[in-house]
Protein backbone atom coordinates (compact mmCIF):
# COMPACT_ATOMS: atom_id res chain seq x y z
CA UNK A 1 0.00 0.00 0.00
CA UNK A 2 3.00 2.20 0.85
CA UNK A 3 4.31 1.80 -2.48
CA UNK A 4 0.72 2.35 -4.21
CA UNK A 5 0.32 5.62 -2.37
CA UNK A 6 4.29 6.47 -3.54
CA UNK A 7 3.78 6.54 -7.47
CA UNK A 8 0.10 7.90 -6.60
CA UNK A 9 1.73 11.02 -4.94
CA UNK A 10 4.43 11.21 -7.25
CA UNK A 11 1.80 11.02 -10.28
CA UNK A 12 -0.31 13.54 -8.50
CA UNK A 13 2.62 16.02 -7.77
CA UNK A 14 4.06 15.95 -10.91
CA UNK A 15 1.39 17.28 -12.69
CA UNK A 16 0.20 19.90 -10.07
CA UNK A 17 3.14 21.34 -10.26
CA UNK A 18 3.47 21.40 -14.29
CA UNK A 19 2.88 24.86 -15.81
CA UNK A 20 0.22 23.01 -17.63
CA UNK A 21 -1.82 22.33 -15.16
CA UNK A 22 -1.61 25.70 -13.86
CA UNK A 23 -2.36 27.14 -17.62
CA UNK A 24 -5.50 24.72 -17.89
CA UNK A 25 -6.87 25.64 -14.25
CA UNK A 26 -6.88 29.30 -15.44
CA UNK A 27 -8.27 28.90 -19.05
CA UNK A 28 -11.44 26.65 -18.09
CA UNK A 29 -12.91 29.62 -15.91
CA UNK A 30 -11.94 31.85 -18.62
CA UNK A 31 -13.79 29.36 -20.88
CA UNK A 32 -16.79 29.42 -18.60
CA UNK A 33 -16.95 32.99 -17.94
CA UNK A 34 -16.95 33.17 -21.92
CA UNK A 35 -19.84 31.20 -22.13
CA UNK A 36 -22.00 32.82 -19.81
CA UNK A 37 -21.04 36.66 -20.86
CA UNK A 38 -20.03 36.53 -24.56
CA UNK A 39 -23.35 35.22 -25.81
CA UNK A 40 -25.97 37.33 -23.94
CA UNK A 41 -23.73 40.32 -24.79
CA UNK A 42 -23.58 39.76 -28.76
CA UNK A 43 -27.48 38.56 -28.57
CA UNK A 44 -28.24 42.14 -27.24
CA UNK A 45 -26.64 43.50 -30.33
CA UNK A 46 -27.17 41.20 -32.84
CA UNK A 47 -30.85 42.89 -33.35
CA UNK A 48 -31.89 43.82 -36.65
CA UNK A 49 -29.29 46.44 -37.95
CA UNK A 50 -30.65 49.89 -38.04
CA UNK A 51 -31.25 50.30 -41.97
CA UNK A 52 -33.36 46.98 -42.50
CA UNK A 53 -35.83 49.37 -43.35
CA UNK A 54 -34.15 50.71 -46.50
CA UNK A 55 -35.70 48.68 -48.55
CA UNK A 56 -38.10 48.75 -51.71
CA UNK A 57 -41.22 46.60 -51.67
CA UNK A 58 -42.82 45.75 -55.44
CA UNK A 59 -46.03 44.87 -54.32
CA UNK A 60 -47.72 42.84 -57.30
CA UNK A 61 -50.90 41.83 -54.92
CA UNK A 62 -53.14 44.78 -55.29
CA UNK A 63 -54.25 44.79 -51.74
CA UNK A 64 -51.82 47.13 -50.15
CA UNK A 65 -49.97 44.78 -48.59
CA UNK A 66 -46.71 46.05 -49.40
CA UNK A 67 -47.51 49.49 -47.84
CA UNK A 68 -48.78 47.72 -44.86
CA UNK A 69 -45.14 46.03 -44.26
CA UNK A 70 -43.41 49.84 -45.13
CA UNK A 71 -45.50 51.29 -42.34
CA UNK A 72 -44.13 48.27 -40.24
CA UNK A 73 -40.34 48.71 -41.41
CA UNK A 74 -40.68 52.48 -40.73
CA UNK A 75 -41.85 52.42 -37.46
CA UNK A 76 -39.75 49.72 -36.12
CA UNK A 77 -42.62 48.17 -34.33
CA UNK A 78 -43.34 51.59 -32.33
CA UNK A 79 -45.34 53.99 -34.65
CA UNK A 80 -43.29 56.61 -34.46
CA UNK A 81 -42.28 56.97 -38.38
CA UNK A 82 -41.32 60.53 -37.87
CA UNK A 83 -37.89 60.25 -36.57
CA UNK A 84 -36.45 58.27 -40.15
CA UNK A 85 -35.29 60.23 -43.11
CA UNK A 86 -36.72 59.76 -46.75
CA UNK A 87 -33.52 57.69 -47.37
CA UNK A 88 -34.05 55.45 -44.64
CA UNK A 89 -38.32 55.18 -45.29
CA UNK A 90 -38.96 51.98 -46.99
CA UNK A 91 -40.13 52.21 -50.90
CA UNK A 92 -43.28 50.82 -51.87
CA UNK A 93 -43.88 50.22 -55.65
CA UNK A 94 -47.40 48.85 -56.97
CA UNK A 95 -45.94 46.56 -59.78
CA UNK A 96 -48.25 44.10 -62.13
CA UNK A 97 -47.51 40.96 -62.35
CA UNK A 98 -46.33 40.79 -65.81
CA UNK A 99 -44.02 43.91 -64.85
CA UNK A 100 -42.32 42.11 -62.59
CA UNK A 101 -39.41 41.22 -63.91
CA UNK A 102 -38.23 44.35 -65.52
CA UNK A 103 -39.27 45.80 -62.33
CA UNK A 104 -36.72 43.62 -60.10
CA UNK A 105 -33.69 43.98 -62.79
CA UNK A 106 -34.24 48.01 -61.60
CA UNK A 107 -34.51 47.41 -57.64
CA UNK A 108 -31.11 44.98 -58.38
CA UNK A 109 -29.45 48.14 -60.03
CA UNK A 110 -30.29 49.85 -57.22
CA UNK A 111 -29.02 47.75 -54.42
CA UNK A 112 -25.86 47.56 -56.86
CA UNK A 113 -25.45 51.54 -56.62
CA UNK A 114 -26.19 51.39 -52.95
CA UNK A 115 -29.06 53.03 -52.91
CA UNK A 116 -31.45 50.73 -51.29
CA UNK A 117 -30.07 47.66 -49.02
CA UNK A 118 -32.61 45.00 -50.84
CA UNK A 119 -35.53 44.19 -52.59
CA UNK A 120 -39.58 42.57 -51.54
CA UNK A 121 -41.30 40.69 -53.61
CA UNK A 122 -45.38 40.62 -52.62
CA UNK A 123 -47.42 38.33 -55.26
CA UNK A 124 -50.16 36.18 -55.15
CA UNK A 125 -48.06 33.34 -53.52
CA UNK A 126 -47.62 35.94 -50.65
CA UNK A 127 -51.43 36.83 -50.04
CA UNK A 128 -51.82 32.74 -50.15
CA UNK A 129 -49.33 32.26 -46.97
CA UNK A 130 -46.42 30.19 -49.07
CA UNK A 131 -43.96 32.13 -50.40
CA UNK A 132 -42.38 35.80 -49.80
CA UNK A 133 -38.58 36.70 -51.72
CA UNK A 134 -36.09 38.80 -51.06
CA UNK A 135 -32.99 40.12 -52.31
CA UNK A 136 -30.33 42.09 -50.90
CA UNK A 137 -26.89 43.04 -49.73
CA UNK A 138 -28.07 41.72 -45.95
CA UNK A 139 -29.84 38.31 -47.16
CA UNK A 140 -27.16 36.95 -44.88
CA UNK A 141 -28.04 38.69 -42.02
CA UNK A 142 -30.26 36.41 -40.03
CA UNK A 143 -31.82 39.26 -37.23
CA UNK A 144 -32.59 41.26 -40.37
CA UNK A 145 -34.48 38.29 -42.01
CA UNK A 146 -35.97 37.11 -38.66
CA UNK A 147 -37.28 40.66 -39.07
CA UNK A 148 -38.80 41.02 -42.44
CA UNK A 149 -40.53 37.63 -42.21
CA UNK A 150 -42.08 38.84 -38.74
CA UNK A 151 -43.23 41.64 -40.27
CA UNK A 152 -44.92 39.90 -43.50
CA UNK A 153 -46.11 37.32 -41.06
CA UNK A 154 -47.63 40.21 -39.04
CA UNK A 155 -49.44 42.36 -41.59
CA UNK A 156 -50.39 39.31 -43.98
CA UNK A 157 -52.38 38.34 -40.58
CA UNK A 158 -53.50 41.44 -39.87
CA UNK A 159 -54.74 41.96 -43.39
CA UNK A 160 -56.68 38.72 -43.29
CA UNK A 161 -58.62 39.44 -40.12
CA UNK A 162 -59.71 43.17 -41.53
CA UNK A 163 -61.08 41.03 -44.40
CA UNK A 164 -62.95 39.31 -42.18
CA UNK A 165 -64.47 41.90 -40.46
CA UNK A 166 -61.87 42.69 -37.85
CA UNK A 167 -61.18 46.68 -37.09
CA UNK A 168 -57.72 47.81 -38.56
CA UNK A 169 -57.18 48.29 -34.53
CA UNK A 170 -57.83 45.42 -33.42
CA UNK A 171 -55.54 43.62 -36.01
CA UNK A 172 -53.22 45.35 -35.09
CA UNK A 173 -53.62 44.89 -31.01
CA UNK A 174 -53.93 40.86 -31.66
CA UNK A 175 -50.77 40.98 -33.93
CA UNK A 176 -49.06 42.32 -31.53
CA UNK A 177 -47.70 38.93 -29.40
CA UNK A 178 -44.38 37.65 -28.75
CA UNK A 179 -44.86 35.01 -26.06
CA UNK A 180 -42.00 33.39 -24.89
CA UNK A 181 -42.26 30.39 -22.77
CA UNK A 182 -40.67 29.61 -19.80
CA UNK A 183 -40.47 25.99 -18.77
CA UNK A 184 -39.83 24.69 -15.29
CA UNK A 185 -38.45 21.84 -14.03
CA UNK A 186 -40.08 19.36 -11.76
CA UNK A 187 -38.97 16.85 -9.49
CA UNK A 188 -39.67 14.10 -7.15
CA UNK A 189 -38.54 16.92 -4.22
CA UNK A 190 -40.89 19.50 -6.41
CA UNK A 191 -39.96 22.63 -8.74
CA UNK A 192 -36.69 22.01 -9.95
CA UNK A 193 -36.02 25.52 -11.94
CA UNK A 194 -35.51 26.42 -15.15
CA UNK A 195 -36.16 23.49 -17.74
CA UNK A 196 -33.75 25.63 -20.08
CA UNK A 197 -31.08 25.67 -17.51
CA UNK A 198 -31.49 22.56 -16.58
CA UNK A 199 -30.81 21.11 -20.51
CA UNK A 200 -27.39 23.76 -21.03
CA UNK A 201 -26.35 22.34 -17.44
CA UNK A 202 -26.71 18.86 -18.37
CA UNK A 203 -24.81 19.20 -21.78
CA UNK A 204 -22.19 20.60 -20.11
CA UNK A 205 -21.67 18.04 -17.89
CA UNK A 206 -21.93 15.45 -20.09
CA UNK A 207 -19.15 17.28 -22.93
CA UNK A 208 -17.17 18.25 -19.38
CA UNK A 209 -16.95 14.48 -18.63
CA UNK A 210 -15.87 13.75 -21.82
CA UNK A 211 -13.54 15.89 -22.45
CA UNK A 212 -11.97 15.15 -18.83
CA UNK A 213 -11.59 11.36 -19.66
CA UNK A 214 -10.27 12.00 -22.97
CA UNK A 215 -7.86 14.68 -21.82
CA UNK A 216 -6.45 12.42 -18.80
CA UNK A 217 -6.65 8.95 -20.23
CA UNK A 218 -4.71 10.45 -23.22
CA UNK A 219 -2.08 12.20 -20.35
CA UNK A 220 -1.96 8.01 -18.65
CA UNK A 221 -1.07 6.97 -21.73
CA UNK A 222 1.80 9.16 -22.66
CA UNK A 223 2.83 8.69 -19.24
CA UNK A 224 3.11 4.93 -19.45
CA UNK A 225 4.96 5.49 -23.31
CA UNK A 226 7.78 8.19 -21.86
CA UNK A 227 8.94 5.31 -18.84
CA UNK A 228 8.82 2.43 -21.41
CA UNK A 229 10.74 4.62 -24.21
CA UNK A 230 13.25 5.89 -21.15
CA UNK A 231 13.58 2.52 -19.57
CA UNK A 232 12.61 3.84 -16.39
CA UNK A 233 9.89 1.31 -16.24
CA UNK A 234 12.61 -1.72 -15.86
CA UNK A 235 13.52 -0.29 -12.76
CA UNK A 236 10.24 0.80 -11.44
CA UNK A 237 8.73 -2.89 -11.96
CA UNK A 238 11.74 -4.42 -10.47
CA UNK A 239 10.31 -2.83 -6.82
CA UNK A 240 6.80 -2.70 -7.41
CA UNK A 241 4.27 -4.83 -8.67
CA UNK A 242 2.87 -3.87 -12.33
CA UNK A 243 -0.25 -3.90 -10.53
CA UNK A 244 -0.05 -0.92 -7.97
CA UNK A 245 2.16 0.60 -10.29
CA UNK A 246 -0.52 0.55 -12.75
CA UNK A 247 -3.01 1.49 -10.26
CA UNK A 248 -1.01 4.28 -8.82
CA UNK A 249 -0.51 5.97 -12.16
CA UNK A 250 -4.17 5.86 -12.71
CA UNK A 251 -5.57 7.19 -9.73
CA UNK A 252 -2.72 9.80 -9.42
CA UNK A 253 -3.68 11.03 -12.85
CA UNK A 254 -7.29 10.87 -11.94
CA UNK A 255 -6.90 12.40 -8.62
CA UNK A 256 -5.59 15.68 -10.80
CA UNK A 257 -8.77 15.48 -12.82
CA UNK A 258 -10.93 15.59 -10.13
CA UNK A 259 -8.97 18.78 -8.48
CA UNK A 260 -8.86 20.49 -11.47
CA UNK A 261 -12.87 20.04 -12.24
CA UNK A 262 -13.93 21.08 -8.77
CA UNK A 263 -11.87 24.16 -9.22
CA UNK A 264 -13.65 24.65 -12.32
CA UNK A 265 -16.63 23.94 -10.80
CA UNK A 266 -16.00 26.21 -7.66
CA UNK A 267 -15.25 29.10 -10.45
CA UNK A 268 -18.03 28.39 -12.54
CA UNK A 269 -20.84 29.14 -9.27
CA UNK A 270 -19.25 32.07 -8.55
CA UNK A 271 -19.32 33.33 -12.02
CA UNK A 272 -22.85 32.88 -12.38
CA UNK A 273 -23.88 34.16 -9.67
CA UNK A 274 -21.97 37.74 -10.87
CA UNK A 275 -22.82 37.32 -14.35
CA UNK A 276 -26.69 39.04 -13.86
CA UNK A 277 -24.67 42.49 -12.24
CA UNK A 278 -21.75 42.88 -14.70
CA UNK A 279 -24.32 41.99 -17.45
CA UNK A 280 -26.63 44.37 -16.04
CA UNK A 281 -23.49 47.13 -15.45
CA UNK A 282 -22.84 46.89 -19.62
CA UNK A 283 -25.65 47.59 -20.40
CA UNK A 284 -27.53 44.12 -21.27
CA UNK A 285 -31.16 43.19 -20.30
CA UNK A 286 -30.56 40.06 -18.00
CA UNK A 287 -33.57 37.57 -17.19
CA UNK A 288 -32.91 36.45 -13.77
CA UNK A 289 -32.09 32.71 -14.01
CA UNK A 290 -30.98 30.67 -10.98
CA UNK A 291 -28.91 27.95 -10.33
CA UNK A 292 -29.86 24.54 -11.17
CA UNK A 293 -30.37 22.62 -8.06
CA UNK A 294 -27.77 19.87 -7.21
CA UNK A 295 -28.07 17.69 -4.05
CA UNK A 296 -24.96 16.77 -2.46
CA UNK A 297 -25.58 13.75 -3.58
CA UNK A 298 -26.17 13.67 -6.90
CA UNK A 299 -22.44 15.87 -6.40
CA UNK A 300 -20.98 12.53 -5.36
CA UNK A 301 -22.74 10.62 -7.84
CA UNK A 302 -21.27 12.71 -10.74
CA UNK A 303 -18.05 12.51 -9.61
CA UNK A 304 -18.45 8.56 -8.59
CA UNK A 305 -19.58 8.47 -12.79
CA UNK A 306 -16.43 10.56 -13.40
CA UNK A 307 -13.96 8.53 -11.62
CA UNK A 308 -15.29 5.05 -12.97
CA UNK A 309 -15.27 6.14 -16.44
CA UNK A 310 -12.11 7.58 -16.29
CA UNK A 311 -10.23 4.52 -14.39
CA UNK A 312 -12.48 2.28 -17.14
CA UNK A 313 -10.68 4.86 -20.14
CA UNK A 314 -7.48 5.12 -18.32
CA UNK A 315 -6.95 1.89 -18.25
CA UNK A 316 -7.28 1.23 -21.56
CA UNK A 317 -4.89 3.46 -22.47
CA UNK A 318 -2.13 2.21 -20.25
CA UNK A 319 -2.47 -0.57 -22.15
CA UNK A 320 -2.04 0.68 -25.22
CA UNK A 321 1.02 3.03 -23.74
CA UNK A 322 2.42 -0.13 -22.97
CA UNK A 323 2.02 -2.01 -26.21
CA UNK A 324 3.44 0.14 -28.28
CA UNK A 325 7.00 1.40 -29.27
CA UNK A 326 5.77 5.04 -30.95
CA UNK A 327 3.57 7.89 -31.28
CA UNK A 328 2.50 6.48 -34.52
CA UNK A 329 1.67 2.89 -33.45
CA UNK A 330 -0.26 4.67 -30.24
CA UNK A 331 -2.67 6.99 -32.81
CA UNK A 332 -3.16 3.62 -34.93
CA UNK A 333 -4.02 1.13 -31.84
CA UNK A 334 -6.10 4.10 -29.43
CA UNK A 335 -8.47 4.64 -31.93
CA UNK A 336 -10.70 1.71 -31.18
CA UNK A 337 -11.03 2.91 -27.38
CA UNK A 338 -11.42 7.11 -28.85
CA UNK A 339 -14.21 5.42 -30.84
CA UNK A 340 -16.13 3.86 -28.34
CA UNK A 341 -15.83 6.92 -25.95
CA UNK A 342 -17.05 9.28 -28.85
CA UNK A 343 -19.76 7.49 -29.22
CA UNK A 344 -21.33 8.93 -26.17
CA UNK A 345 -20.91 11.78 -27.64
CA UNK A 346 -22.55 11.12 -30.60
CA UNK A 347 -25.65 9.76 -28.99
CA UNK A 348 -26.35 13.22 -27.29
CA UNK A 349 -28.90 14.30 -29.20
CA UNK A 350 -31.18 11.54 -29.30
CA UNK A 351 -30.69 11.24 -26.16
CA UNK A 352 -31.82 14.91 -24.85
CA UNK A 353 -34.42 14.13 -27.31
CA UNK A 354 -35.83 11.45 -24.92
CA UNK A 355 -33.93 10.95 -22.13
CA UNK A 356 -36.84 8.35 -20.97
CA UNK A 357 -36.66 6.59 -24.12
CA UNK A 358 -35.37 2.84 -24.82
CA UNK A 359 -32.08 4.04 -26.84
CA UNK A 360 -30.96 6.52 -23.47
CA UNK A 361 -31.52 3.27 -20.67
CA UNK A 362 -29.82 1.00 -22.84
CA UNK A 363 -26.87 3.34 -23.30
CA UNK A 364 -26.91 4.27 -19.54
CA UNK A 365 -26.07 0.80 -18.79
CA UNK A 366 -23.17 -0.03 -21.13
CA UNK A 367 -20.03 0.62 -19.56
CA UNK A 368 -18.91 2.86 -22.57
CA UNK A 369 -20.95 5.06 -22.65
CA UNK A 370 -22.42 4.67 -18.82
CA UNK A 371 -20.09 7.74 -17.42
CA UNK A 372 -21.47 10.66 -19.64
CA UNK A 373 -24.83 9.29 -20.64
CA UNK A 374 -26.19 8.66 -16.85
CA UNK A 375 -25.03 11.93 -16.00
CA UNK A 376 -26.51 13.60 -18.73
CA UNK A 377 -29.97 12.05 -17.88
CA UNK A 378 -29.77 12.62 -14.43
CA UNK A 379 -28.79 17.01 -15.23
CA UNK A 380 -32.33 16.33 -17.30
CA UNK A 381 -35.01 14.57 -15.44
CA UNK A 382 -35.08 12.09 -12.44
CA UNK A 383 -33.74 8.96 -12.46
CA UNK A 384 -34.96 5.90 -9.54
CA UNK A 385 -32.05 5.69 -7.31
CA UNK A 386 -32.29 1.73 -8.72
CA UNK A 387 -31.19 2.77 -11.99
CA UNK A 388 -28.73 4.68 -10.60
CA UNK A 389 -27.00 2.25 -8.26
CA UNK A 390 -27.62 -0.19 -10.37
CA UNK A 391 -25.40 1.36 -13.66
CA UNK A 392 -22.81 2.44 -10.99
CA UNK A 393 -22.20 -1.41 -10.15
CA UNK A 394 -22.50 -2.54 -13.67
CA UNK A 395 -19.53 0.34 -14.20
CA UNK A 396 -17.28 -0.97 -11.43
CA UNK A 397 -17.55 -4.64 -12.21
CA UNK A 398 -16.50 -3.47 -15.54
CA UNK A 399 -13.77 -1.37 -14.56
CA UNK A 400 -12.28 -4.31 -12.31
CA UNK A 401 -12.38 -6.70 -15.06
CA UNK A 402 -10.79 -4.24 -17.52
CA UNK A 403 -8.26 -2.95 -15.23
CA UNK A 404 -7.06 -6.64 -14.01
CA UNK A 405 -6.47 -7.71 -18.33
CA UNK A 406 -5.18 -4.02 -18.71
CA UNK A 407 -2.78 -4.74 -15.73
CA UNK A 408 -1.69 -8.21 -17.30
CA UNK A 409 -0.46 -6.57 -20.91
CA UNK A 410 0.94 -3.50 -18.83
CA UNK A 411 3.21 -5.53 -17.27
CA UNK A 412 4.40 -8.09 -20.17
CA UNK A 413 3.89 -4.71 -22.66
CA UNK A 414 6.71 -2.69 -20.98
CA UNK A 415 9.32 -4.93 -20.86
CA UNK A 416 8.53 -5.74 -24.63
CA UNK A 417 10.44 -3.68 -27.31
CA UNK A 418 10.52 -3.49 -31.48
CA UNK A 419 7.65 -5.09 -32.17
CA UNK A 420 3.90 -4.97 -31.76
CA UNK A 421 2.13 -7.81 -30.04
CA UNK A 422 -0.38 -9.43 -32.67
CA UNK A 423 -3.93 -9.71 -31.82
CA UNK A 424 -2.67 -13.74 -30.27
CA UNK A 425 -0.07 -12.58 -28.52
CA UNK A 426 -2.19 -10.29 -26.88
CA UNK A 427 -4.76 -12.94 -25.96
CA UNK A 428 -1.65 -14.86 -24.02
CA UNK A 429 -0.86 -11.68 -22.18
CA UNK A 430 -3.84 -11.53 -20.72
CA UNK A 431 -4.42 -15.21 -19.76
CA UNK A 432 -1.13 -15.20 -17.69
CA UNK A 433 -1.49 -15.01 -14.18
CA UNK A 434 -1.09 -11.14 -12.95
Known sequence: MDKLITVLKREYVERVR?????????????????????????????????????????????????????????????????????????????????????????????????????????????????????????????????RLERSVHDQLLAMRMVQAGVSPAQATQLTALDVDLESERITDTGRGGSGKVNLIFAIMVAMLLYASIFIYGQNVLRSVMEEKDTRVAEVVLSSIPARKLLAGKVLGVGAVGITQMLIWAATSVLLFKIRAPLLTRMGVEVTTVSMPSISPLMAVTLILFFALGYTLYAALFAAVGAMVNSEQEAQQVQMPIILML?????????????????????????????????????????????????????LTLACLLVVQLAARIYRVGLLMYGKRPTLRELGHWMRQAS
Not at 343 to 350: A, K, M, N
Not at 364 to 382: D, G, H, K, Q, Y
Request: charged fraction near 15%; glycine fraction near 8%.
Open 18 to 146: SKWFLIATIFGPLFFGAVMFVPAWLASRSQASVDVARIVILDATGSGLGQRIADDLNSGGTGDIARMSDESLTQVRDVAAREMPAAESLATRAVIAKERRGYLVLDSQTVAGTTVRYAGRNASAVSDMQ
Open 342 to 394: ISSVIFLQPVLTSPDGTLAKVLSWFPTTAPIIMPLRMSIVPISAFEIAGTLVV
